[in-house]
C-alpha cells in the first residue's frame, strides 16, 4: 500500500495555555523557529509525498484560511481549509469537512505536534491488520502529562490509560493516524464528537486499533514548557521527519 498524497490536519486549537503568543492566531500558527509551527508539519509531509492538505479550522479560523491561501503555492502544496461554525471537537470537524477529504483511509493529524513520519510504513501496517484505525506511537522518556497506550501481543490497541503525575517512559499516542473513511462517515453531523475521548477509546475496546511504534521524538507546543523545547529543537526534528534537509526560513518569509 503506497504511502497517503493527502492529509487532514487538525487546526483550530485555541492554546489556552499559551497566552500571549497565540493571542491572534490559532495554536498551529504560533511562530516556533523562524516559522508557523504548522508550516514545520506540511514540509514534513511534503518531503513524504503528501501533495494536498486540508486544514480544520475553528478558533481564529479566518486567520488559519487567509494564511493557507498565502503560503500554499510558496509551500508546493494544495491546501483549502474547512472552518467549523461552532467548536465541534475533533471528530465533529473531521465529519463536517469529510465531503473536502481525499482518500481511504484518511490520513489524519494533530496540527500541534509533530514526530516522525513513516507514513509508507503506516500505510502498509493499517491493510495488513485490516483495521479500521491505525495510529503512530512513540516511546516518550516522561509521559506524564500524556495518556499512555496499552497494546496486546499483535499491536492492537487494548486501552488508552490515564495520564500518571509520577511520569516515567510510556508509549503515546503521536498524534497521527490513518482512519477508514466509513468511520469519519459514521460519526454524527452537527455536533460535537472527541476523536480522543470518544472514537478512539471505543475502537480500542472492539480491537479495530492498531498501533505503529516509532522511534525517535515526539515534539508539540500544548505547554509553554514543550513549545520553549520546540524553539530549539524543531529544525533537526523536522529534518528528521521529512528524511531531508529542511531549508531556512528567509526573512521575508517569517511570522504567520
Known sequence: MTAPRAAAILAGGKGTRLAGVVDDRPKPLAEVAGRPFLEWLLLALRARGVRRAHLLGGHQGARLAAWAEEVGERLGLALSVTVEPRPLGTGGALRLALDALAGDPLLVLNGDSLCPLPLAALAERHRAAGATATLLAVRVPDAGRFGTLALDAGGRVREFREKDPAGGPGLVSGGVYLLAR????????????????EILPGLAARGELVALPVAGRLLDIGTPDSFREAETLLPELAAEAAG????????????G
Do not use: F, N, T
Not at 466509513?182 to 475521548?197: H, N, Q
Not at 531531508?244 to 511570522?255: E, I, L, N, T
Open 182 to 197: 466509513r468511520l469519519v462517515e459514521e460519526i454524527p453531523a452537527g455536533r460535537a464528537v472527541s476523536l480522543e475521548r
Open 244 to 255: 531531508v534537509q529542511v531549508p531556512p526560513v528567509r526573512a521575508d518569509q517569517a511570522g
